[in-house]
């Protein structure tokens, strides 16, 4: 008999009132593994440009690679379309499931490709169609059928090069949007104990738990870190006090930048786009309504805003210290131009690298040369007088002082609490993997 491999993408079954694509692996790697397949990785979670202005909650799509018996093949993929269609919120406005099996030992290059584009960029339903046709791969889509875009995406990214992985535990669906039962002094033991292999475990500014979603999705608590032993060692040191249904260990490009794509000039930077991009900061930073900070920087082919909101944290507040004259490099998603607010096309910063600092440079009046009071100005060009000892200086002139800069050169980046799945936390700086040497754990998921 022979043996096939078979790549199963799933894609957008979840709404904001229920579900998660990731529920749904975890319910078909039981199922599988019941028809004796072999996984040859963990279950892939691949998160799409987080910039599409339709995306699902996460934007995040999910991909089975498996080895099997051929004759088992229509069995595994009948036990997929049963699940999705019996799990996914379909009648949810918005909620567009796909599926897509691929068979073969490798992904070929236009479907990898298609993958990147995916996740940094915005793709069409159609060009997908056409690679699905031309690879001879099946399809499933329910209403708009979109979701086969991010499915198809999820088979294509391999995760060849920098990857992490996810733990996630679920809950018992009685308990589902209740309030989670997640001990929080286990998890500062748990991040002291595990890092920096695990990250954005909570947020030190907030002393916020991070490891514990809001909504009503099943999810119970996820954590993520560099190898499948420690985000499972990390999550036995988690305390819960509610039952957990299921659990299983993800690969996935959380945590590591995959969406930003390097732009050259300013000019070439396009709406929903998440970009890093290089300029000099054209005039000093304003703050609005809400304590956000706007700033504007240019390059020879032209001027665009960045942001930096309120909730960014450290992010905001290095950006408040930038002054006209700074070169930096800005990582962010790229918001359309909004008439109703009069807001141009604008870089929502996710990151901020200050490359280069202009002197901070503020003019004073000099001190009178007999006294050392500082001089009253008698009006412009009129030269100074001394408000002590009554001498007139019609000829001095200003002095610059360069004061001090607040801000030093490097990275800033959005405090964890209000990082996307896929910004690269600073704590990750320097761990990146170059290579993906698959080795699955013994327990890797449960039940
Ligand atoms: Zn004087």
């Not at 040369?369 to 008698?378: A, E, H, I, N, Y």
Request: hydrophobic letters at 35%.
């Amino acid at each position: 008999m022979a043996i096939k491999t078979l790549h199963i993408g799933l894609d957008d079954t979840d709404s904001p009132r229920m579900g998660c694509t990731t529920y749904i692996a975890a319910l078909l790697v039981e199922k599988l593994r019941k028809i004796s397949v072999q996984f040859i990785d963990y279950p892939n979670l691949i998160r799409l440009n987080p910039n599409v202005p339709w995306k699902t909650r996460g934007n995040g799509a999910l991909c089975l690679r498996i080895k099997c018996e051929e004759n088992s093949l229509e069995e595994i993929k009948e036990n997929v379309i049963e699940t999705v269609e019996e799990k996914s919120d379909l009648e949810h406005e918005g909620t567009d499931p796909g599926i897509v099996f691929f068979q073969g030992s490798r992904i070929p290059k236009e479907i990898r490709k298609f993958a990147r584009e995916t996740i940094t960029g915005i793709v069409k339903i159609g060009d997908a169609l056409k690679l699905l046709k031309h690879f001879k791969a099946e399809a499933v889509g329910y209403r708009t059928a979109r979701g086969i875009i991010g499915s198809l995406a999820a088979i294509g990214e391999t995760l060849r090069g920098d990857h992490t992985f996810e733990f996630i535990a679920y809950r018992k669906s009685e308990n589902y949007g209740k309030k989670r039962q997640v001990d929080p002094k286990s998890v500062i033991e748990m991040d002291r104990a595990t890092a920096p292999y695990t990250f954005n475990n909570f947020d030190k500014e907030t002393n916020r738990i991070l490891i514990t979603p809001r909504g009503p999705d099943p999810i119970l608590f996820g954590i993520r870190g560099e190898s499948p032993e420690i985000v499972k060692k990390a999550a036995e040191m988690i305390r819960v006090f509610e039952p957990v249904e299921r659990w299983i260990i993800f690969r996935t490009n959380h945590g590591t930048d995959a969406h930003l794509k390097p732009v050259q000039r300013l000019s070439e930077i396009e709406p929903y786009h998440p970009v890093i991009v290089r300029g000099e900061v054209a005039e000093n930073p304003k703050i609005i309504p809400g304590s956000h900070v706007i700033f504007k920087i240019k390059d020879e082919s032209g001027v665009i805003d960045c942001a930096a909101y309120e909730p960014t944290g450290t992010l905001r507040d290095a950006a408040v210290q930038l002054i006209k004259g700074d070169y930096v490099e800005v990582y962010g998603g790229v918001k359309p131009p909004s008439l109703p607010l009069n807001r141009p096309i604008t870089i929502n910063l996710e990151k901020l690298r200050v490359l280069r600092l202009a002197p901070l440079i503020v003019y004073q009046n000099p001190l009178c040369p007999k006294c050392r009071k500082r001089l009253k100005s008698m009006g412009k060009d009129k030269g100074f007088r001394c408000e002590k000892c009554g001498s007139r200086f019609p000829n001095l002139k200003k002095v610059a002082l360069k004061l001090e800069r607040k801000l030093s050169k490097g990275i800033y980046i959005v405090s964890p609490r209000s990082q996307r799945h896929l910004t690269k936390p600073l704590i990750r700086y320097g761990m990146e993997k170059k290579a993906s040497l698959i080795r699955m754990i013994p327990q890797w998921s449960f039940p």
